[in-house]
């Protein structure tokens, strides 16, 4: 499964905003209060990352006017870039912590469309909590990471952007996918050699999700499709997996 294929996966868990509306609202609220508490933060950000980069760059104050607003503005935008992407991974990870039970409807409702061996009972609330949290310091790292590469000259913001964007994304599909899988009794370890196998899959679907979390509003409506498709895609993995 390559790249194109993980995007198509997302698809059809937006598909199921058509066919299954009431299951996908079962998404909204975890969702809906997790995004107004990482909003406020992104907005205490904006109002004071200006502060912020004229503390960490005292140096720069006898600089000549050009060139000292040329960096603080890279600054400015690079942090900007890492609070996305802070915000977004932290945004997942909180969401699947605290929404859990709604989560594991949607993705047994799945499971049961399809058919075949169905897991009786999904991780447990506890667990899922835990992987959230653990999600949410891998964002962090993540961001800092961002802020790290940024610092680049010339190319930096650009290439922080991206990086942020590939590597927040491929953890993010490493834990959608996990659900199903750690329902069906994989331990990490297996996890991982089943969808190594499908590297290119797992990219092009957590890019894809990634990226429609930075719209406005949308980490709200497409967080239960993501689940969803997940779903597929783990069942697409375990299906094709040589027995």
């Known amino acids: 499964m390559g790249f194109g294929r ?3 996966f997302l ?37 004071y990352a200006d502060d912020l980069i004229g503390w960490a760059t005292p140096f720069a104050d006898d600089w000549n006017d050009a060139v000292r607003g040329l960096l603080r503005g890279a600054l400015y935008l690079l942090v900007l870039v890492g609070g996305a992407m802070l915000a977004v991974v932290t945004f997942t990870g909180l969401t699947l912590a605290v929404g859990d039970p709604f989560y594991e409807k949607i993705w047994k409702e799945v499971e049961l469309s399809l058919g075949g061996d169905v897991p009786d009972h999904g991780v447990g609330w506890l667990r899922g909590a835990l992987d959230g949290i653990v ?84 980490g709200i409506l497409v967080m239960p499709a993501a689940v969803a498709g997940a779903t597929y895609l783990a069942r697409e993995a375990l299906e094709s997996a040589p027995r």
């Open 135 to 218: 999600l949410v310091l891998f964002g962090m790292l993540t961001a800092l990471g961002v802020f790290a590469v940024g610092l680049l000259p010339v190319v930096g913001s650009v290439v922080g952007a991206v990086l942020g964007l590939v590597v927040a994304g491929r953890l993010l599909a490493g834990e959608l996918v996990s659900r199903p899988l750690e329902a069906r009794g994989m331990d990490r370890a297996a996890r991982a050699a089943l969808m190594r196998r499908h590297r290119g899959a797992m990219l092009g679907f957590g890019v894809c999700v990634q990226a429609c979390f930075l719209v406005p509003l949308g």
């Open 6 to 8: 993980g995007a198509g």
């Open 11 to 47: 698809l059809r868990g937006l598909r199921l905003w058509r066919d299954r509306p009431r299951l996908m609202l079962l998404g909204i609220l975890p969702a809906l209060l997790v995004a107004v508490a990482v909003a406020a933060l992104l907005v205490a950000l904006l109002l």
